[in-house]
């Protein structure tokens, strides 16, 4: 891990000066999964976080393109989780309760996948629009009657959907606003197509609790921001918008929905200043806290490898669990390949028969961790552990035992 701070330029938000401070080296596109039969070579690029020293937004120093990431074969679907399918619903129905309650409410969705939030707007009658260019997942949403655009929203396909659609009261997005290193194009168009008293609402994981729980694997190539309340607000306030809304939520590890709108449109809630002083306190801009989490990460490099080492000669059988984009970052940081983790289930069909970006460790069906259950199992999609662990309680039952390693390495 590298602490040394190195003077970087070009923060994409602001343009002021990027502090690096931390490096986990050559690194794979986190959801390009390899054909065992593939010759072509694979795309690496370093993965290296730095801190803005003028704005503190806290972003990669390369940017992987887009094209790469994000195609017609993007293999993530929304709604492999049953918890995750819940909580879309759960917003979906505050949404109709609130911004959308007006008869003829229009509500955008950037990033709407396979139409997990989409689904209950749609079948409420509510005028909606999602625009995502993974067609793959975007024909799943279609097919259920969702209106999607398969493109990439940027100020253009925002200003086309003005001119054909008029004015969103909502633009909604989850998980996707932090994947998109150009914003200023992309809050251009938000303001070009939010009407005057609407609302620009996105969910992203946190820099607070991936700080706090050492979760360094939220860092892979399609996470090019780590956001915090105080970053959010100064980029809101750069591109002509207030955040009037910050709320913590438990989703995918700890993650915030911020709600932006036009400056005085709304009247900022008191959150939002009770979560800047608590990030003031904690130091959450500065470099010491950043220092503090390189040298957590070592320890779990440290720790992980050795107990993995240690099952291996006691001739134990450990298999993955969730081919996670996330596990892209644990896998090739900590050199885990198949000598250590024999395979990796995953539910998505599209990853099945595949190899894992980087450390090509193979992708099974969730049929094949119970033939035969395997001694432990590491759990890559932790985020999920509560649903996966109840799904799965078999395996523990018959004596088998979970690893995970945020916040530390552990077994249960
Ligand atoms: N919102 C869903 C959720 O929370 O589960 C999907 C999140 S997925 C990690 C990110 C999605 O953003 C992908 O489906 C990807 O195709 C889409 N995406 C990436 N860049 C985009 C852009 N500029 N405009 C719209 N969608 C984009
Ligand atoms: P995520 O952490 O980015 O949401 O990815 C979760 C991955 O884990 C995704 O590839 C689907 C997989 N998964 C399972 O295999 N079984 C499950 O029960 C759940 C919830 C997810
Ligand atoms: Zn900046």
């Given at each position: 891990m590298d602490s040394d701070s190195k003077i970087q330029y070009g923060c994409r938000i602001c343009g002021g000066r990027l502090r690096e401070w931390c490096d986990f080296g050559r690194q794979p596109v986190s959801q390009s999964f390899r054909d065992p039969g593939a010759t072509d070579s694979e795309f690496f690029f370093r993965l290296a976080v730095g801190l803005c020293l003028s704005c503190t937004m806290v972003q990669h120093v390369e940017e992987v393109p887009r094209s790469l990431m994000f195609h017609e074969n993007y293999p993530y679907r929304s709604s492999g989780s049953e918890f995750m399918r819940r909580h879309f619903e759960e917003v979906a129905r505050h949404f109709l309760k609130t911004e959308l309650a007006?008869?003829?409410s229009f509500a955008v969705e950037i990033g709407c996948n396979d139409g997990i939030m989409l689904r209950t707007i749609s079948e409420a009658g509510v005028r909606h629009l999602g625009v995502d260019p993974s067609r793959r997942a975007v024909e799943v949403a279609q097919a259920s009657g969702i209106r999607v655009r398969p493109e990439f929203f940027e100020e253009e396909t925002a200003k086309a959907i003005r001119a054909a659609e008029g004015p969103a009261d909502l633009i909604y997005s989850a998980n996707t606003i932090s994947h998109i290193p150009y914003l200023d194009s992309l809050f251009r168009g938000v303001s070009a197509l939010l009407s005057a008293n609407g609302v620009c609402v996105f969910?992203?994981?946190?820099?607070g609790d991936i700080l706090g729980n050492a979760s360094f694997d939220q860092i892979y190539d399609e996470h090019?921001?780590?956001?915090?309340?105080?970053?959010?607000q100064a980029m809101a306030v750069r591109f002509g918008l207030e955040l009037v809304g910050a709320e913590r939520m438990t989703v995918h590890g700890g993650s915030i929905r911020y709600t932006l709108a036009r400056p005085g449109a709304r009247a900022p809630r008191p959150e939002v200043a009770e979560l800047l002083e608590q990030e003031r306190e904690q130091g959450l801009d500065g470099t010491e806290q950043l220092q503090r989490f390189s040298a957590r990460i070592e320890e779990i490099r440290v720790d992980l490898i050795r107990l993995l080492g240690e099952l291996r000669a006691d001739g134990k059988r450990v298999v993955g669990y969730g081919a996670t984009a996330k596990s892209a970052t644990l896998t090739n940081y900590c050199g885990i390949g198949t000598g250590l983790v024999e395979f990796v289930c995953d539910s998505t069909p599209g990853k099945h028969g595949l190899l894992t970006p980087g450390m090509h460790l193979p992708v099974r069906p969730p049929e094949a961790f119970a033939s035969p259950y395997p001694d432990y199992a590491l759990l890559f999609a932790w985020n999920h552990a509560e649903e996966i662990m109840a799904k799965e309680r078999v395996f523990q039952e018959q004596g088998?035992?979970?690893i995970l390693y945020v916040p530390k390495v552990h077994v249960v």
């Open positions: 007006d008869p003829g969910e992203d994981r946190y820099l090019f921001y780590l956001f915090s309340v105080r970053s959010v088998g035992k979970w």
